[in-house]
T-cell receptor, first 116, second 114 residues
Framework: GENVEQHPSTLSVQEGDSAVIKCTYS??????FPWYKQELGKRPQLIID?????GEKKDQRIAVTLNKTAKHFSLHITETQPEDSAVYFC???????????????FGQGTILTVHP | EAQVTQNPRYLITVTGKKLTVTCSQNMNHEYMSWYRQDPGLGLRQIYY???????DKGDVPEGYKVSRKEKRNFPLILESPSPNQTSLYFC?????????????FGPGTRLTVT
């Protein structure tokens, strides 16, 4: 299947700092890129997503950027807070809207720790 | 309350003993999917279903079966479980992949195969 490489695997920041997580992919047919947050012992929840016809999307302290040429997309969290501590997963759907578009591939996850 | 439910939440079983993990959603969602979560590997899709009687393989379908006879239910069947299927399993659903791709996850089922 499609490969998604997510980095870093762990990220530790001080409260108020910014955090950036990056995912790279290989298939240019990928055209939908969500990010999920999973708190300890809980289920993943969608926090933001972006489609391939958009370069950047922002929702309060969270933003996602997409570089289709370089085949990478990133999650940016500004003014981090302790409650942002969680595991973050990037994901993508290849050829969303076309064939096999139900297939969702996730990155390996990033453990974010925000220290007070 | 709109939700995705899974049963059982925890299961310890032995190699070769057939088991079924149920998944049900009450949101009239068309799309449903199963994932397994293993440390360092993230979430990997096992099977998905675009609608009733329509299922397709994800990235790791070996050793699993699914069926979608009703819109609300999408059970995961392990005909002959093996220790390498020990994992945390999530079911998820979405309104329709034509409309939105946001998936709502169930609470998870932790399976141990000895």
């Amino acid at each position: 299947g499609e490969n998604v490489e997510q980095h870093p695997s762990t990220l530790s920041v001080q409260e108020g700092d910014s955090a950036v997580i990056k995912c790279t992919y290989s298939d240019s047919a990928s055209n939908y890129f969500p990010w999920y947050k999973q708190e300890l012992g809980k289920r993943p929840q969608l926090i933001i997503d972006i489609r391939s016809n958009v370069g950047e999307k922002k929702d309060q302290r969270i933003a996602v950027t997409l570089n289709k040429t370089a085949k990478h997309f990133s999650l940016h969290i500004t003014e981090t807070q302790p409650e942002d501590s969680a595991v973050y997963f990037c994901a993508l759907i290849r050829n969303a809207g076309g064939t096999s578009y139900g297939k969702l591939t996730f990155g390996q996850g990033t453990i974010l720790t925000v220290h007070p | 309350e709109a939700q995705v439910t899974q049963n059982p939440r925890y299961l310890i079983t032995v190699t070769g003993k057939k088991l079924t993990v149920t998944c049900s959603q009450n949101m009239n969602h068309e799309y449903m999917s199963w994932y397994r979560q293993d440390p360092g590997l993230g979430l990997r899709q096992i099977y998905y279903s675009m609608n009733v009687e329509v299922t397709d393989k994800g990235d790791v379908p070996e050793g699993y079966k699914v069926s979608r006879k009703e819109k609300r239910n999408f059970p995961l069947i392990l005909e002959s479980p093996s220790p390498n299927q020990t994992s945390l399993y999530f079911c998820a659903s979405s309104i329709s992949l034509y409309l939105t791709y946001e998936q709502y996850f169930g609470p998870g089922t932790r399976l141990t195969v000895t």
